[in-house]
């Protein structure tokens, strides 16, 4: 069984920055994409960030501009750097994963899509205080 392990959560105060990571508990695990999306109590879990296996890059409009998603293929690891905080980042961030070994057209294969993700991490808390 593979896992997701997220790391780099905690309390930051406003305008400051954060910097998740995420891996599979198997390095050779392979995937189209990976991403992060974010939950607070008595919301649906949104979409943050993606990256897909051919390096694309995606973002929610909420986070634009203020974080970057990268990837170390070498390790396996995914990166979620945020900046410029924001008290409404405060959230349970989640690292996903779809193990599919490529990617696909098609509404369903959007890297916002929670549903195509099948693999997902404990969550990591973000708080940030105002």
């Known amino acids: 069984q593979v896992h997701l392990l997220e790391s780099g959560g905690g309390l930051v105060q406003a305008g400051g920055s954060l910097r998740l990571s995420c891996a599979p508990s198997v390095r050779t695990f392979s995937h189209s994409a990976m991403g992060w999306f974010r939950q607070v109590p008595g919301r649906e879990r949104e979409f943050v960030a993606a990256?897909?296996?051919?390096?694309?890059?995606f973002y929610a409009d909420s986070v634009k501009g203020r974080s970057t998603i990268s990837s170390d293929t070498t390790e396996n690891t995914i990166y979620l750097q945020m900046n410029s905080l924001k008290p409404e980042d405060t959230a349970v961030y989640y690292c996903?994963?779809?193990?599919?070994?490529?990617?696909?057209?098609?509404?369903?294969?959007?890297?916002?899509?929670?549903?195509?993700?099948?693999?997902w991490g404990q969550g990591t808390q973000v708080t940030v205080s105002s």
């Open positions: 996903a994963a779809d193990s599919r070994s490529r990617d696909y057209s098609g509404t369903y294969y959007s890297p916002q899509n929670i549903l195509r993700y099948g693999f």
């Open positions: 990256i897909t296996r051919s390096g694309g890059a």
